[in-house]
Each structure stands twice: as structure tokens, then as C-alpha cells.
């Protein structure tokens, strides 16, 4: 009987390697990918679920290799009808792409819990891995800027990223409950590793973490918890992570996410160009800081 | 000053009429157009209006030139995503379509009226004409049928109109209030006539006489109440009319449909080919049937 792993993840890169870890998995079935929350948001009447459907598309090969978010070959005939009608068009979502938020906005008003939901879309699309959201509450990211709070969408799509981020809120963390897939998951007798994707740790992987009982449960597994650093030579690949890095203080580099994610993680993945450094074998509180080569990242044996 | 006009309208035939009345009137926004609402319905999770739709987009337009209905140059990829995902795809929602029903109901949920939303969205697409639902209160239409009754789009859309009607039931109707842009078409004392468009008596002209207070303002009000014959020497242009007559006993005519408005109109607008014989002076109740040449419709000197 093979391991079974867990995978926490949020935008683009979360979603690559939790693709590549089906690839190497040789039963994608094993592995349970939580999808940050916090991005969600009502939109024209729709709840849209930015990280699971990057998530979906990705492992369903249907993403738009281009940007890596949305859906390949997509139009955007509503977007345009929309704008002629008046409508918000700050936020693209494309004729395609529309259709996963229309049928999942429906199935939550029928009842359904997002978690259901997202099982039975990504099984309608031939998904073997499980895609879980974090929780089935609401758990909004509120991004303190200098100019007042700001909803994250606002702050990351309309906004572009260019508010200073003073911090990050998760709010209603305190009520939510992580999803028993999730729990489930990470309480399996035979789990053999978390793997923080390389994400944005405020605002993808914090969101996890904040949900009540997440952070226990994590230290608590005797899997080991291996964090993969989305800082490469002091850059991020995709997104904002250095510059929010930056504004606040600390300067972007694998060890200052193996700093972030301190007495969490057994081990940081990172790139070649990084190690220099970081083998001199320091503690920081549970963790002991370990460049692990990629070819250590869990492979099954048939 | 110039008269004003009202038209009562439903599905094609009706938007076809009242683009020609604006094409007619030197002043299309002295016409008021009052939409029947009773095929309006929740799918997927948004209102959708048809034969509001078909008048806005006839009249901006952007309509459909094969089908009368839909948008022109329109497109599917919405459709076929929702179809992958095992979303329902009974009732075509094109693309650009969608728009018109996704702002409509992120607005009514925000608490606007149907009037209000309809004013906005017809204002957005430079129509001159007031569009204006009968009634801001959903009145749904139920189809009898021998296999039980049946939601209006369930018959006509998904159905094909293929079970026996067997009546047509106006759900809500008795506490349903007209809008007030159309009670205050009909008692503008300089109201030339109101025209009942060439659409099916049954399902587009019925549920807007079904709301209370209409009948008695149209009997009350001075103007004619002119009907334009949907049949056609037997014949419906388009649409199941003749077939809905057939199966009451009716034999589609012109005179059936005279007989239908009894009481409520004062001419009817027919066809040539239809003409001979009912130029007998059959009083009808209220209506003196005359067969009144299209060179007698409304038509207004600058």
C-alpha cells in the first residue's frame, strides 16, 4: 500500500507543482491538495473560487498555459457584452470559465457545501487527485494598505498589487471550520508527507494556516512537513511575494520563507542557486533547515 | 404634442411589431412597450427574461436576425463548459446573452426592481422606447398538460411545446401588481391607442391581461385597443399559437383571435388573405371587428 500526501497550495505555482506531484505519484488518487480560500469572492452574483479553479483546470490540462490561470483557447464575448451593459469588468472571467462559477454559485444556493461541490466538478472532469478547499466557511483576506482595508480581489486584481500590504486579515478564521477532507487527510495512519507548494506564504498559505486547529494539526502529524521555497535568487517566480516580502522588511530569499514557516516545516525545498548558506544545519525551533533535493521529494515505488 | 402609444408584446412576433411602431413614430420614446413576463424563469441560478430580452435586443438592434430571439453573431463556449462540468443545457444561454441575465439578477438581488433594471439596461443600449415588464412580481406561467402541469420554459423551451396544452395557469397573479410605468402608459391623457402585438394570445398576451387591474384600464381607458392578428390564413407566423388553438377546438383564424379579445379590443389588424368575410359588422361585446389596413396603424405627422 502506497503513502498518501497532502499538498497545501494557493494560486499558479501551487497549482504546477501539485501537477507535478501527480505526475510522479503513480496513484494521483493518493494525493489531497488544499486549496487557499481566502482568494474567493462574490462577484456579479457569483462566488468565484480563484485557487480551486486554477487548481482544477491545471490537473484537468485545461489551464491557459500563458498565464497560467483561466482556462486555454478562452473568450471573453460576455466580458465584453457585460461592459456594453454597464457591468464591473475589472475582473475578467472568460465565456468558458464562466460556466464553473455559474454552476457552482447554483449548487451552494441548492445546498451543497463548497467541499461537495468541488468533488463533483473535478470528478465530472476526470480529476484523480482530491482537490479540497482549506474550509467550507468563508475565510476572506482583508489587505491592510495605507489607504484603508481593501478586499483582496481589489487589492490584487483592480489594484494590481500596488497598494503597500501593511498586513493580511483572514476574516471569520476564528468561526471557520477546516473541511474534514482536509482533516481527514492529514489524520491518515499512513500519510507520508505535507508539502507546502511554493505559494505566496501571506496569502496563500497563511489563509490555510489561520483556519482553527489547521497549525495542531500539522505539527502534530509524524509525516514530515516540507515547505518548497517560491523565492528563487531572491525573486519570486509568479507574483507578488517579493515585493510584499519587501514591504515589510525582509529581504525576499529561501531563508526567510524557511524563517516564515518556522516550527512548522521539517525541510525547505530550494533551488540550487539558494543552498550556499543554508547548510549550516541551524534550528529554528522545530525545524531544522535542510536543502532537500528535488529527487527527495516523495516517489512512489509501483 | 404628439400622442403617445402603448403595445402589449410577447416573444418575436411582438418585438418585431413594436421595432416597427418605433420605426413609425417620429418619436419612439412616446411608446411604451409592456413586456410579458409570465415566461420568465430561474435558471442556473440567474433570471432570466425572455421576451424582455427578445424586445431589448430587437429594439438595440443585436438581435438575432435567423432566430428573432438570441443575440446576433453569438457564440457557445459557455454552453459547452457548463455541459462538461454536467451542468444543464436544455435552455441555450449564449455568450454575450449571458450578460444581460447575470447583471439583471446581481441587480434585482441588490434589491432594484425589474422596472428599474429594465429602464437601465434598455437606457445603456440607446433604446428610445420604454420597455417595461407588466409586472415587477413574478407572475409564472404553469402549463396543464396530460402528464401534469409544467413550468413554462419546461414546456415550450425543453418540451418543444410538444404536450397537449391543456390551459395555462398565471401563478401569483391574484397578488401580483402591474408596474406602475405601465399604469401610467395607459392613463397618460394624450394616449393615442394601445396596440396588442401579433403575439400568442395564450402565453404572451394572456398573463399580461391576467394582472389585476389591467383588463379594467384598458376597458377604461378612451384610446382604441387595436390586436394585430398573429394568425395568418390559418397560420401562425411563428411559434405554437395555431397549435395551442387546435388543441382548445379553436380553428386558427383571424376571427378566432377577434373572438379571443372580445370585449377588450376595438379593431383588429389582419391580413388580406384573411379579410373576406368579416367586414359583416359582427358586434363582439365591446368590439366592432374591422379589418383595418396597415396604412391605418398609428402613424404621426412631425
Known amino acids: 500500500m502506497s503513502a498518501s500526501y497532502v499538498a497545501l497550495s494557493g494560486g499558479v505555482g501551487g497549482a504546477k507543482l501539485a501537477l507535478g506531484l501527480c505526475d510522479v505519484l503513480d496513484d494521483p488518487a493518493r494525493l489531497t491538495i488544499v486549496a487557499n480560500t481566502g482568494d474567493d469572492f462574490e462577484h456579479l452574483g457569483l462566488k468565484v473560487c480563484p485557487d480551486l479553479d486554477t487548481l482544477t483546470y491545471t490537473l484537468a490540462g485545461l489551464a491557459n498555459p500563458e498565464t497560467g490561470w483561466g482556462r486555454a483557447g478562452e473568450s471573453g464575448a460576455f466580458m465584453e457584452a457585460l461592459g456594453a451593459l454597464g457591468g464591473e469588468t475589472w475582473f475578467f472571467l472568460g465565456d468558458k470559465d464562466l ?34 478547499p482549506m474550509s467550507d466557511d468563508p475565510v476572506p483576506t482583508v489587505v491592510e494598505t495605507p489607504e484603508g482595508p481593501l478586499a483582496f480581489q481589489h487589492y490584487f486584481v483592480r489594484e494590481r498589487c500596488r497598494p503597500k500590504a501593511l498586513g493580511f486579515r483572514h476574516e471569520g478564521a476564528d468561526k471557520a471550520r477546516a473541511s474534514s477532507a482536509f482533516l481527514d487527510a492529514l489524520a491518515t495512519p499512513d500519510l507520508g508527507a505535507v508539502i507546502i507548494c511554493p505559494s505566496n506564504p501571506y496569502i496563500s498559505i497563511d489563509p490555510i494556516l489561520a483556519v482553527p486547529g489547521v497549525r495542531a494539526a500539522l505539527t502534530a502529524c509524524e509525516a514530515p512537513v516540507i515547505a518548497v521555497s517560491p523565492i528563487i535568487g531572491g525573486q519570486a517566480v509568479k507574483g507578488p511575494t517579493a515585493k510584499m516580502m519587501a514591504e515589510r522588511g525582509i529581504a525576499p530569499s529561501a531563508a526567510a520563507i524557511a524563517e516564515h514557516y518556522d516550527g512548522l516545516i521539517d525541510g525547505l525545498v530550494l533551488d540550487e542557486a539558494d543552498s550556499h548558506g543554508h547548510d549550516d544545519d541551524r534550528a529554528h525551533g522545530r525545524s531544522r533547515l535542510s536543502p532537500v533535493p528535488c529527487s527527495r521529494l516523495p516517489r512512489e515505488s509501483a
Do not use: K, M
Request: with cysteine; hydrophobic share 50%.
Open 99 to 132: 460556466a464553473i462559477h455559474v454552476e457552482r454559485t447554483r449548487r451552494l444556493r441548492a445546498g451543497e457545501s463548497l467541499s461537495a461541490v468541488t468533488a463533483a466538478l473535478c470528478a465530472r472532469l476526470g480529476i484523480q487527485a482530491h482537490i479540497v
